[in-house]
T-cell receptor, first 116, second 112 residues
Framework: AQSVAQPEDQVNVAEGNPLTVKCTYS??????LFWYVQYPNRGLQFLLKYITGDNLVKGSYGFEAEFNKSQTSFHLKKPSALVSDSALYFC??????????????FGTGTKLQVIP | GAGVSQSPSNKVTEKGKDVELRCDPI?????LYWYRQSLGQGLEFLIYFQGNSAPDKSGLPSDRFSAERTGGSVSTLTIQRTQQEDSAVYLC??????????FGSGTRLTVV
């Protein structure tokens, strides 16, 4: 079974400060990892993904995420937060060993509030 | 179309009535998913269609829920005899490859 944990329901950060949204995962094989963002009254949007290669993945809107295999983590980061980054962020994982079955498991989401 | 389209965007229904939610995926995407997002909850997997294979219905919460996908394209999620706990945002997503999904904007269902 695969699972994702987002330990923080909400993260508050001042505009201009660096932000981190935490995610840890559990899979039996090698993970595919994703971050999605949901702005108010909008659908989910893809931010970035990790498949293989460099542990630091860069994505949309200046976001990046660092894959840490030993800690089974995939934290989302941004060097300088914007008020417009305020949204709901979802981490997701897919087990490479799931073969042709592509089900992705999502975390419960973390609300990011950037304070002006 | 350019994205995944869901309709209606909002639906208010009386308890006990049936509802149908529609998803129009991106043309050519072979995989289609339905998820449910309840207040304060994460995304709950409901059902998955992949090409002509039998759908994975393992996430459907009860036999009141069903879904079909016609011609490998449009999908309809049907909820019979709706209950108040069915109130949620129902999200559809499609994908072609193994990685990233494209989500629709969702249908907000309110059962009163």
């Amino acid at each position: 079974a695969q699972s994702v944990a987002q330990p923080e329901d909400q993260v508050n950060v001042a505009e201009g400060n660096p932000l981190t949204v935490k995610c840890t995962y559990s899979v039996s094989g090698n993970p595919y990892l994703f971050w999605y963002v949901q702005y108010p009254n909008r659908g989910l949007q893809f931010l970035l993904k990790y498949i293989t290669g460099d542990n630091l993945v860069k994505g949309s809107y200046g976001f990046e995420a660092e894959f840490n295999k030993s800690q089974t983590s995939f934290h989302l980061k941004k060097p300088s937060a914007l008020v417009s980054d305020s949204a709901l962020y979802f981490c997701a994982v897919r087990d490479l060993n799931s073969g042709g079955y592509q089900k992705v498991t999502f975390g419960t989401g973390t609300k990011l509030q950037v304070i002006p | 179309g350019a994205g995944v389209s869901q309709s209606p965007s909002n639906k208010v229904t009386e308890k006990g009535k049936d509802v149908e939610l529609r998803c129009d995926p991106i043309s050519g995407h072979t995989a289609l998913y339905w998820y449910r997002q309840s207040l304060g909850q994460g995304l709950e997997f409901l059902i998955y269609f992949q090409g002509n294979s039998a759908p994975d219905k393992s996430g459907l919460p009860s036999d009141r829920f069903s879904a079909e996908r016609t011609g490998g394209s449009v999908s309809t999620l049907t909820i019979q005899r709706t209950q108040q706990e069915d109130s949620a945002v129902y999200l559809c997503a499609s994908t072609q490859g193994a990685y990233g999904y494209t989500f629709g904007s969702g249908t907000r269902l309110t059962v009163v």
